[in-house]
């Protein structure tokens, strides 16, 4: 059994391939994020993603099909509960969550979270409700420039999300008002997975631009990852995009923060020239944020198109002692009612340069074979309660 040097493990945000067996008690019977997409593209252009196998875990009629297939390819089943980014993103590194993050999409925060907020930071809060965060600061940015009050609101993720314009309410005094909605949001009931500082500058409509100032305070893992195993051990754990922010720095060695998807993938073809052994953990976001919540199909279909280019640069300079697992960590598809994730199995695509063989492998019923796999390739041991069985031994 071949061992790696390093693994690239990247996740397609949102990239679902079908719904799961559980689906309609989410209310997402029917929902399939790729299938969806390619049905809506007249054309979706794939390449990289045809040749690593995609179209035998999903029937792709507008993908032009590879000549040949390299790698091995699996559809991968949630076993916890949830559909959010942090549920996903813990259950591939090991941990099965059993108890959903509590989400306010429908309705808003309720009234006594907002009270005590209010109180606590002592501003008057606007806003409450879930939005595209560009879209509220059209809507209420000038307000909260006018009168000091604070803008709160959510999305279809487990987050509360606070505006704060850098010249007029100030950074130290969003990230304080922050520290307290994470307080406060620790309670079960209110308990989100992320509270995000989100910063901008502009003066009146049409001006507003957010900024890379962006804070989020996430909730620690609720017991140890497979990233704590590797980091123990003393290898190397590099996080990309998100990834960070989800785990809240657990586990980690080195991150980079990336300004889109195209970025991180940049990013991310830049560590193959890094000397390192272990991990290099990528989140691409803008398949979720952009084009998914926004449900835009055509969007998401053309960010994948843009994914694939930086994915053929990546293959071409991997090595042979290098290993890339491509996945998700749940759905969003862009024609769907609503605007939240949707409960879809995800794909996984492996691939080294060094792999002679090629094999479309049976359903997995856990993302944590990802992990699983991660830790028995580096010789370290899962950490205790956590779930997933390497398919390193089905690899050739």
């Known amino acids: 059994m071949k061992q790696y040097k390093r693994i690239f493990t990247i996740v397609i945000d949102s990239l679902g391939i079908g719904a799961m067996e559980n689906a309609a008690d989410y209310g997402d019977e029917g929902c399939d994020t790729l299938g969806h997409i390619d049905a809506f593209m007249s054309e979706l252009a794939i390449p ?4 690593l196998g995609l179209g035998r875990l999903h029937p792709l009629s507008h993908v032009k099909a590879p000549k040949e297939v390299k790698g091995y390819q699996a559809r991968l089943h949630e076993a916890s509960t949830g559909k959010d980014t942090m549920t996903g993103h813990w259950e591939l590194m090991g941990l099965h969550i059993t108890e959903p993050f509590q989400t306010f999409t429908e309705t808003g925060f ?8 209010s109180r606590r930071t002592g501003r008057r809060i606007i806003g409450n409700k879930s939005a595209s965060g560009t879209e509220i600061l059209e809507e209420l940015g000038e307000e909260e420039i006018a009168t000091g009050a604070m803008i709160v609101y959510t999305s279809a993720d487990s987050v509360l999300q606070i505006c704060g314009n ?3 309410f100030g950074l130290e005094e969003l990230y304080r008002c922050c520290e307290i909605a994470r307080e406060l949001t620790m309670r079960k009931e209110w308990r989100v997975g992320r509270v995000i500082a989100r910063p901008y500058t502009g003066k009146r409509k049409g001006e507003f631009k957010r900024t890379a100032n962006r804070h989020d305070y996430a909730l620690k893992p609720y017991g140890k990852t497979v990233l704590d195993a590797l980091k123990e051990n003393g290898y190397d754990v590099i996080s990309v995009g998100k990834i960070r922010d989800i785990f809240d720095g657990e ?8 300004q889109s998807s195209v970025h991180g993938m940049e990013q991310t073809i830049g560590l193959l020239d890094k000397e390192f ?5 990528t989140n691409l976001v803008d398949f979720d944020a952009l084009w998914g919540h926004r449900r835009n199909p055509l969007g998401y279909g053309q960010e994948l198109e843009r994914f694939d280019e930086k994915l053929g640069i990546f293959l071409a300079n991997m090595k042979e002692d290098d290993l890339l697992m491509i996945t998700a960590d749940h759905g969003n598809d862009p024609t769907f009612k609503g605007t939240d994730h949707t409960k ?5 695509l492996i691939y080294s340069p060094s792999l002679t063989g090629t094999e479309r492998l049976c359903d997995k019923q856990s993302f944590a074979v990802v992990g699983a796999t991660i830790a028995q390739n580096f010789g370290v041991a899962m950490p205790k309660g956590t779930i997933g069985e390497s398919i390193l031994p089905e690899l050739i």
């Open 277 to 281: 052994k272990g991990l290099c953990f």
């Open 110 to 117: 309720p009234g006594e979270l907002i009270e005590e907020l």
């Open 251 to 258: 586990g980690i060695t080195e991150a980079y923060k990336s």
């Open 48 to 51: 990289n993603l045809a040749k």
């Open 344 to 348: 879809e199995m995800v794909p996984l």
């Open 166 to 168: 850098e010249e007029t």
